[in-house]
């Protein structure tokens, strides 16, 4: 049910174009006026001769003469900013630049006279590491570059400081050697595996205490995408010892250090238990906590994403997580504009839930809104990360009525979910809230119910609907009045208030154990008999002969006398028809009354949706109650949005309760759809005192047959 949200190896940006622009920064200021002003749209010619142009004077300038250098640098200047176009990176490439880069990332050999000076010292370098590196933004070219031999030299670019020399120069190669490594290593578990290999992780480990902060940043980040899904670099970077350093990073006053040091952090604890522990032993708790209320988003969100697999490690982790003040600032985070930062930490809550005293202390602190609303997101990952953590505060009995006192029952009940597994969350986290109405929980809701404002009545009412037991029906709804809350939102003139009452009353009957349509037709006064279907209008032993549409039909008198209180009025009491041989039965139709004698004749008959109506009039005539129900469920089968009117009058006119009970249970049923039609409102309104009656009686028997049950 539980989904962790995805690392990532990089930057903050989800897209690769992160990396580009973090290659970008402060290069315009490298590059000369003339060399940032260099047009793609000169046309395809133009393009393709100044790329050959450039690649041309790097095959050519690999020396330490003034001019080559010059003209070496110029060169990785040009081919930086037209690599920053990415629709040219292909032809950039194809026309030969990478070998030629490749063999600038190293300083040229040394001839006499060279040792006198170096110029440009690390600049043409730092230019080919610049370009390299905007080059690898596509993934199909990291392995050319890196099979063209760049990792060992990118790696000796990062120890250009070892000898002591310190200058902006040495810094900028540094800087731009890590980056590449970053961008080649990018989502390549190949190689990133070779980085190691080729001995890159110490150094990079050691770049993390450099006096340049950019450097520290660039080291931070190349470390990062190389402990992504990489145990054993994740392994490397670890025994390098680089955590207490990491961790000190945390609270830097630079948000670029501090972004950068908890996404390692992240990654290296990332399906990793053991380095996990390692990482809260040397003391990461607290600085991550502290980051919840970084300025800078993309740290907050990494810091939340971490707590959330820190809360994973133990009980005891979450309960300190909570303890050092971590549960407020998480909260003031699902309220942020930032979608990924409400999902981080709607993602750590939800890990934090899975404790019982922390879940009562998130919905203390006010937890319970801000992951309801964002339920309404249109992101899946938020969406499913804010159920999760609903699930987890649903289970605690102290959360129970400030779940249904903030409305979110409805919001559950309601909600359009993207996923299956976040619909199966909430029906497990109603279903968890269901198991809870009893006992304290239910008193207190009863006291809500009493003394609260109106809306919170309402809310506990419809609320105790869908979730109470079958043996607190009668409690909550008639000793309580929680069934005049329901019927007030169905009499009120808002449509949501209707829709709402109208189907937890529908849910309410669903519930009720004793709700049916159409229940079996009652016993007889007297004790039926049934001459059976071979007697049904036959002449033998006929004692009684009836004219109908100037048609005879042959009865027994004895049949009829044990059949209804009409016939035994007819036969035995001061009616003219007590003697005679001939009775005439007038305004019924031959096929009705034949039909309703095979029923007094065998107890059973098959009734058409077409004749139903006509032999319900005559089963109310002559008080046949068992053919009267047989004919309402009938008639109930036809019920439809256009003539619900309709039946509700026949239910009334003929007392028929059972079609009565059908309609008004179609009617909560279809409201939704019938409050939108003309004039059917008024008959929801005509049918609230029917409703009140129904569930009066419903609800009354229901809790007498369950005690007698329990008898």
């Known amino acids: 049910m ?102 600038h990332l190293q300083a040229p050999p040394y001839i006499d006279g060279d040792m006198a000076q170096k110029p440009f010292e690390h600049e043409v370098e730092k230019g080919s590491a610049f370009a390299l590196g905007l080059l690898a933004i596509k993934p199909e070219y990291q392995k050319l570059i890196v099979d063209k031999g760049a990792l060992p030299h990118l790696v000796n670019l990062l120890k250009r400081s070892k000898d002591g020399s310190t200058s902006r120069a040495v810094n900028s190669v540094i800087r731009r050697a890590a980056d590449a490594i970053t961008n080649l290593a990018h989502e390549n578990s190949s190689i990133k595996t070779r980085v190691r290999l080729e001995g890159g992780i110490p150094p990079l ?47 830097s006053e630079d948000a670029a250090i501090h972004y950068e040091a908890v996404g390692v952090i992240g990654n290296l604890v990332h399906s990793s238990p053991n380095i996990k522990k390692e990482v809260l032993s040397a003391g990461a708790l607290q600085p991550v906590i502290g980051l919840l209320s970084s300025c800078c988003p993309e740290s907050q969100r990494e810091a939340a994403l971490l707590l959330g697999q820190f809360a994973s490690t133990d009980s005891d982790c979450k309960v300190h997580i909570v303890q050092r003040g971590a549960v407020r600032p998480l909260i003031e985070m699902l309220q942020s504009p930032d979608v990924q930062l409400k999902e981080m930490s709607a993602f750590a809550l939800g890990r934090l839930a899975q404790d019982s005293h922390n879940q009562a202390g998130i919905a203390h602190s006010g937890g319970l809104g801000p992951l309801l609303k964002l339920l309404d997101s249109r992101n899946g990952s938020l969406q499913h990360n804010a159920a999760f953590a609903l699930y987890g505060l649903a289970d605690n009995e102290d959360n129970v009525s400030d779940f249904i006192r903030v409305g979110g029952i409805q919001k559950l009940q309601d909600g359009e979910f993207i996923v299956q597994a976040t619909k199966d969350c909430v029906s497990k986290t109603l279903k968890r809230l269901e198991e809870k109405i009893h006992g304290r929980v239910l008193r207190h809701l009863l006291y809500l119910m009493r003394i609260s404002e109106k809306s919170i009545q309402r809310r506990v009412a419809l609320a105790l609907a869908h979730l109470c037991s079958p043996e607190d029906q009668r409690t909550i709804f008639i000793d309580e009045n929680g069934l005049e809350l329901l019927l007030g939102l169905l009499g009120s003139t808002n449509t949501k208030q209707q829709l709402d009452g109208a189907a937890a009353l529908y849910r309410l009957a669903n519930k009720s154990m004793v709700l049916s349509p159409v229940d079996a037709a009652p016993p007889s006064p007297t004790q039926r008999v049934y001459l059976g279907e071979q007697y049904v209008n036959n002449a033998t032993l006929s004692d009684v002969t009836f004219l109908v549409e100037g048609r005879r039909f042959y009865a027994h008198r004895i049949c009829l006398l044990a059949s209804s209180d009409a016939f035994r009025a007819m036969f035995d009491g001061g009616y003219r028809e007590k003697d005679a041989r001939d009775i005439e039965i007038p305004n019924i139709k031959w096929e009705v009354f034949e039909l309703m004698m095979r029923f007094i004749y065998t107890g059973s008959v098959d009734i058409t949706i077409e004749i139903s109506q006509d032999l319900l009039r005559a089963a109310d005539q002559y008080l046949l109650e068992g053919l009267k129900r047989l004919c309402e469920y009938t008639i109930a089968q036809d019920i439809t949005l256009e003539n619900i009117g309709g039946m509700y009058d026949l239910s009334e006119a003929f007392h028929a309760m059972s079609l009565r009970q059908a309609c008004i249970l179609f009617i909560l049923e279809h ?18 005192p029917e409703i009140r009656e129904y569930f009066c009686r419903a609800l009354t028997k229901s809790t007498t047959n369950l005690q007698g049950l329990r008898l």
């Open 205 to 251: 480990v050691d770049l993390l205490e450099f006096s340049d902060s950019k450097v520290q940043r660039a080291a931070a980040g190349a470390l990062r995408t190389l402990a992504f899904k990489n145990d054993d670099n994740k392994n490397q970077i670890v025994e390098c010892n680089a955590l207490p350093t990491l961790i000190l990073m945390l609270g």
């Open 671 to 688: 409201f939704d759809k019938l409050s939108t039609m003309h004039g059917q409102n008024q008959l929801v309104q005509r049918t609230i």
């Open 2 to 103: 539980e989904q962790q949200p995805e690392r990532r190896e990089g930057r903050s940006f989800p897209e690769r174009k992160g990396q580009k622009r973090k290659l970008e920064e402060g290069a315009a200021a490298a590059a000369s006026a003339e060399d940032r002003e260099i047009s793609t749209t000169d046309g395809g010619d133009a393009i393709l001769n100044e790329i050959a142009a450039q690649v041309s004077v790097l095959n050519s300038a690999f020396s330490w003469q003034e001019s080559d250098r010059a003209a070496a640098k110029r060169a990785t200047q040009v081919l930086s900013e037209l690599a920053k176009n990415e629709d040219l990176v292909n032809v950039i490439v194809d026309g030969g630049a990478v070998p030629a880069l490749m063999m």
